[in-house]
């Protein structure tokens, strides 16, 4: 099992920055990728980024590609979301996922923390 723990949401002005941060206990942090994911009211949970376990590839999807920034530090059990020039429309609940396989698929992630919410004020 692997516990993930999400924090640094809020409420910012649009332009505006955060950093999300999530802290895993359990099982070894770094045998696993890690991805971070959001859900507006009314929709899909929705991928945002990813990186490999030794923080060498990451990957994000076009909406937030440029503005937000996916790191990882395995000494501290911690992966990092950096949101940079906040819209609106970035306005969810994000959660981190942990997962054996380095993908964007929601299904392939096994462990999940309980979500922190972001509210981008226009």
């Known amino acids: 099992q692997v516990q993930l723990v999400e924090s640094g949401g809020g409420l910012v002005q649009a332009g505006g920055s955060l950093r999300l941060s999530c802290a895993a206990s359990?099982?070894?942090?770094?045998?696993?990728?890690m991805g971070w994911f959001r859900q507006a009211p009314g929709k899909e949970r929705e991928f945002v980024a990813a990186?490999?376990?030794?923080?060498?590839?990451?990957y994000y999807a076009d909406s937030v590609k440029g503005r937000f920034t996916i790191s990882r530090d395995n000494a501290k059990n911690t992966v990092y979301l950096q949101m940079n020039s906040l819209k609106p429309e970035d306005t969810a609940v994000y959660y981190c996922?942990?997962?054996?396989?380095?993908?964007?698929?929601?299904?392939?992630?096994?462990?999940w923390g309980q979500g922190t919410q972001v509210t981008v004020s226009s």
């Open positions: 996922a942990a997962s054996p396989f380095y993908t964007t698929s929601r299904a392939d992630y096994n462990y």
């Open positions: 990186i490999t376990w030794s923080g060498s590839s990451t």
């Open positions: 359990g099982r070894t942090f770094s045998n696993y990728h």
